[in-house]
């Protein structure tokens, strides 16, 4: 049944509801099922199990499976696994701490080191909320003692804790290859310059920052400094394990040694060894981290079939093809086209997360990448780095609610907003910077796998 303005109602009214604070796999479900209900309606409802007799069941069953029998998300657990235990296993706060005093002469060498945490850490995870909460905790009190400026601190920690979804091996790249069905190996190829270029203008901005005001982040005072000697050891311990654990995942997906899945499983094997080495495993450990785990598994899965059965709902109901028709009848250029796509996508972080928009979203704009000659994977990375915006733009800017949720009454969510606000110039600057110079993002995975044939 073809019926486009409720297709946009039922898009419409999504937003309210998430906007009013309801689930969103279940608002994504029952509104999938409920509109769906009155697209596949067939009539002749005489007995009380013709109720039963609609095509929506038949797809949300079969959305179900398709879930449940994608390849590609076993890596999702298995990742999150990894996370929770190397976060559980004290490594973090060894490596944070050893960074500070290796990164001593450097202006800001606090943040800097939390930034450099956040991003290895991030790629351990995958979870930005995991990482801000955690570096909360850990780093803001160390900035907080050191007379750093509060704002400036919350925004290191804020933009820091959201690199885990850019920097592989992502669980935001694994979701976006099944939306779009293309090459994880290809995505994470294609982004990790991107990833490493914007943790490098993280830092620099903070080094320029710091130097212009040097009273927002003071050098550490000489008797808090331990031995040379014992802080290239700390490091080593720390910093080179954990990097180790995440090159040698990383390597073998990009090298074609391993898919994702088993990647992800020598992760986790590897989080669970270095935990022994470091002697932080514990049986209570090991069972907080299989529940996150299960817990942050079945909010993705039940994503996934919410919004895929939403999905298809609202392109049955003719949705996808009245925007499309309504993009392409515009008579766009290709580079029109990637600005109007990614200022919707940045506007919709106003209000969203990056599942939400990752999901519902872009899915409307895959179908006319081809028309307007656009390489999909440099998509995946424009759209990437746009999502790191869903986290830091006020006034949903989940990663600022993470930070002021552990430290409470220690600062103000105006002042978290107003720290994050530089960093979000800083990814609309990068963005600029990949579209400008594509190989940022293609040349890697072209190296790799050869180039990319549509």
């Not at 479900?29 to 002749?44: D, E, H, P, R």
């Amino acid at each position: 049944m073809t019926n486009p303005e409720v297709a946009i109602f039922m898009l419409c009214l999504f937003i309210v509801l998430v906007l009013l604070g309801f689930p969103i796999a279940f608002t994504l479900l029952a509104m999938g099922v409920g509109f769906g209900y009155y697209a596949y309606y067939q009539g002749g409802i005489e007995t009380f199990a013709d109720l039963y007799n609609n095509n929506i069941f038949y797809l949300l069953n079969q959305n179900t499976y398709s879930v449940m029998e994608n390849d590609t998300l076993v890596a999702i657990p298995l990742f999150l696994f990894m996370g929770y235990v190397v976060e559980r296993a004290n490594i973090v706060d060894r490596l944070f701490f050893s960074l500070q005093m290796a990164a001593r002469n450097l202006p800001g060498s606090m943040a800097i080191a939390a930034l450099i945490t956040c991003a290895v850490f991030s790629t351990a995870s995958g979870i930005v909320g995991a990482v801000v909460t955690l570096m909360g905790l850990l780093a803001f009190p160390a900035m907080a003692k050191a007379n750093y400026d509060k704002e400036f601190a919350s925004g290191v920690i804020c933009a820091g804790g959201t690199l885990g979804i850019l920097i592989p091996p992502s669980i935001m790249l694994i979701v976006y290859a099944a939306i779009a069905e293309l090459s994880p190996l290809r995505l994470y190829a294609a982004a990790v310059f991107p990833g490493l270029i914007l943790a490098g203008m993280y830092v620099l901005y903070v080094i320029v920052r710091v130097l212009i005001k040097p009273s927002i982040a003071p050098k550490p005072n000489r008797e808090d400094i331990p031995p040379v000697g014992k802080i290239y050891l700390d490091l080593l311990v720390s910093f080179v394990p954990l990097t180790v654990l995440i090159m040698l995942v990383l390597g073998s997906i990009l090298g074609g040694l391993a898919t994702p899945a088993e990647a992800a499983a020598m992760g986790a094997l590897g989080g669970l060894v270095l935990a022994i080495l470091y002697r932080s495993l514990t049986w209570q450990k090991v069972k907080e981290s299989v529940f996150l785990t299960a817990k942050a598994t079945a909010m993705v899965c039940w994503l996934f079939v919410g919004s895929w059965t939403f999905a298809s709902v609202f392109s049955y109901l003719g949705g996808h093809d009245l925007i499309s028709d309504w993009v392409i009848g515009m008579n766009l250029e290709p580079w029109q086209f990637l600005v109007m796509a990614q200022i919707i996508i940045f506007l919709l972080g106003w209000p969203l997360e990056w599942s939400e928009i990752l999901i519902i979203f872009v899915p409307i704009f895959l179908p006319m990448l081809d028309t307007f000659g656009v390489n999909p994977y440099f998509f995946a990375m424009l759209v990437a780095l746009n999502l790191q915006t869903s986290f830091l733009t006020p006034p949903m800017a989940m990663s600022a609610y993470y930070l002021k949720g552990v430290l409470r009454n220690a600062i103000q969510l105006v002042q978290i907003f107003k720290g994050i606000i530089p960093y979000l110039g800083i990814v609309i600057l990068c963005m600029v910077l990949m579209y400008q110079f594509p190989g940022i993002a293609l040349w890697l995975p072209d190296f790799l796998f050869g180039k990319y044939v549509p």
